[in-house]
């Protein structure tokens, strides 16, 4: 009974002692981080207030600092904020435009079709009767000129001396200048005679395209060297056809054996080498005390200017359709008014006279003209 109880006391007193073991361990290491803890109190007590001081003006400074940074970046945010949605505004804004003139393009294009379709379905129903001629070359070889060969050219007129075959409608008359010989004319007048050979529309410089041939003489030639000086040039083809002499000597007198079928203008000629209808007479020059020459005063007469490019206006005498003259007329005027279809602001043709007389000068069966 005795052992019972013994074992029975061992056996509590062993958790017991347990606890308190325990406890105690426990006790201990509480009181070592509380001595810790005292420890890092007392070095903060060590410290002295003036230290804490600035630590805490510093705090301050950097709290305010980044309150500023932080007002910066919000106006900063906002002011980029309204810059984005201006542009926004801006885009939707072009976007409108352009749309708008997308669509006025679109517009204007179906309107040049239109106006391209109808321009065609004019053309295609008033086809124009006039046609502009077709351009003719220079013939090469010169002989074949149609000009009968004279031993003088004594009587020369534009019809036997000068080859139109040079000169078509749509060459556009062109004009070769020989190089003026500056030692032997004023130096005013080589001047202006190289102004207008590299100014005018109508030079060239292909003398064998060229319609007429111009050459400059002077004073400083005496006949005999003239023609002389005329025999070499280049291209005076053994008669001087098409070539223009522009002598502007006062006393040199170019004669007709000189200058062969050359066109001749100077201020003087001889009655018996001067050909009327072919040569041409210039004015005098004007005089030192001149300071310009008297035509430049005078009113423009060139170019001529018409309100019509072909008109006509009068009546058949007779109107009978018998004869064979009469039916042709018919035809011609047939054709004439159809022509004119159209054309109203160009071509003027009036076949009855309003006020119409008979004239007993006009043939029956001829035309008289109105007014």
Not at 223 to 241: F, I, K, T
Request: charged share 25%.
């Amino acid at each position: 009974m005795s052992m019972l109880l013994g074992l029975l006391l061992l056996v509590l007193s062993v958790p017991l002692f347990i606890n308190y073991y325990i406890f105690g361990y426990l006790g201990n290491a509480d009181s070592s981080e509380d001595i810790h803890k005292r420890i890092q109190l007392d070095d903060i007590h060590v410290l002295e207030v003036k230290d804490l001081k600035l630590r805490i003006e510093e705090f301050l400074r950097i709290k305010t600092s980044v309150s500023t940074e932080l007002r910066d970046l919000e106006r900063r945010r906002q002011e980029l904020q309204a810059e984005i949605s201006g542009l926004v505004q801006s885009v939707e804004d072009s976007k409108r435009k352009y749309t708008q003139n997308r669509l006025q393009l679109d517009r204007i294009e179906l309107s040049l079709k239109q106006a391209a379709y109808a321009q065609a379905e004019l053309e295609q129903r008033n086809v124009p009767l006039l046609r502009p001629p077709l351009a003719l070359s220079v013939a090469a070889d010169d002989a074949l000129s149609g000009l009968q060969a004279q031993s003088r050219a004594h009587g020369c007129r534009m019809h036997s001396c000068f080859d139109y075959s040079r000169c078509s409608l749509t060459s556009g008359f062109p004009i070769f200048f020989y190089p003026p010989d500056d030692s032997r004319l004023d130096p005013n007048v080589g001047a202006s005679v190289g102004e207008i050979s590299s100014t005018n529309i109508h030079v060239t410089f292909d003398p064998s395209a060229a319609c007429i041939h111009v050459v400059v003489i002077g004073g400083g030639l005496g006949a005999d060297a003239a023609c002389d000086y005329l025999r070499r040039l280049p291209h005076w083809n053994g008669d001087g056809r098409n070539h223009v002499i522009l002598n502007l000597g006062k006393s040199a007198e170019l004669r007709e054996t000189d200058t062969q079928r050359a066109l001749v203008a100077q201020i003087n000629f001889a009655a018996a080498d001067f050909r009327r209808g072919f040569d041409l007479v210039l004015p005098p020059p004007p005089l030192d005390g001149e300071a310009e020459p008297p035509w430049s005063t005078t009113a423009l007469v060139t170019p001529a200017r018409r309100k019509y490019l072909i008109s006509f206006e009068g009546q058949l005498r007779g109107g009978s359709n018998v004869t064979l003259a009469a039916r042709e007329n018919n035809v011609v005027v047939g054709a004439l008014r159809k022509m004119s279809a159209g054309y109203e602001s160009q071509l003027r043709f009036v076949f009855v006279c309003a006020h119409a007389e008979e004239d007993s000068a006009t043939p029956s069966d001829d035309w008289s003209l109105c007014g």
